[in-house]
């Protein structure tokens, strides 16, 4: 390995189930391309036959659906190598998203001030793996949590996730295609959202306020707005703080 090798930023993008992640990951390697690769945690979800019944129904929202320790693995390697494991092959971007509310024409706008303010600051060119998943900074997975060099958390309420999630097709998965069943946001999708991460609001409330000591403490920025904010305004958000990142370790 080269001794001016340096290692990607790990940006972990997590939030509930519909907040938008993908989307806005999808948005981040356009601008900051060619600089940035995606690693989806759907990519580590174990087969749907191991997967825990709850309520009659295959949950695929909790930790137990999840390789986490391959997924710490492939961390790991990413850190080690610059660049995702040769043996990864994605299922999630066979999924579509939702619609950004973005032209490409203001993607390209977008991308060229960012590039402008790289080069104006002296920031050079830093390779960045954006992580996305529901589950990367959950009360079960402080290890995974901890990977990462920036900590990003999207929002969305109850009632947005909710006809969001019930307005998507369904998910190419291991074994081929899964469509939630009727009640799934509100019986497995929802619940799980809740017990992960209630820890980082008051009262244990994911709609209200964040714990601002508990995040401060974790390093984990979290969206203001209460899941009110656009993509638009998410993405110039996360933007932001990515360029303060790089201006720290330039």
């Known amino acids: 390995m080269s001794t001016s090798f340096r290692p990607p ?12 992640k993908t989307t806005l990951a999808r948005l981040l390697r356009s601008i900051f391309s060619p600089h940035v690769q995606i690693l989806h945690q759907d990519d580590f979800y174990r087969p749907e036959a191991e997967l825990p019944i709850r309520h009659g129904l295959r949950d695929w929202d909790c930790v137990e659906a999840l390789d986490i320790p391959s997924m710490i693995t492939a961390l790991s390697f990413i850190r080690q190598h610059g660049r995702l494991p040769d043996d990864l092959v994605s299922k999630e971007d066979q999924n579509s998203v939702g619609e950004s509310g973005i032209s490409d024409d203001e993607v390209e706008d977008i991308r060229q001030a960012v590039r402008r303010r790289c080069e104006e600051s002296g920031l050079g060119e830093r390779a960045i793996v954006l992580v996305d998943g529901f589950l990367l900074f959950g009360r079960s997975v402080p290890e995974l949590r901890e990977a990462f060099d920036l900590r990003v958390m999207l929002r969305a309420n109850y009632d947005s996730a909710k006809a969001r999630r019930e307005a998507r097709a369904g998910y190419v998965t291991l074994e081929g295609f899964w469509e939630d069943p009727p009640g799934y946001v509100d019986f497995i999708v929802w619940p799980a959202y809740k017990l992960e991460h209630g820890f980082l609001f008051r009262n244990q409330d994911v709609e209200a306020e964040v714990d601002e000591s508990v995040v401060t403490t974790l390093g984990i920025e979290v969206c203001p707005g209460k899941g009110s904010y656009t993509v638009k305004e998410s993405l110039h958000w996360v933007i932001e703080l990515v360029l303060k990142h790089l201006s720290t370790i330039k």
Do not use: A, K
């Open 9 to 20: 930023i790990l940006l972990g993008l997590s939030g509930p189930s519909s907040s938008g």
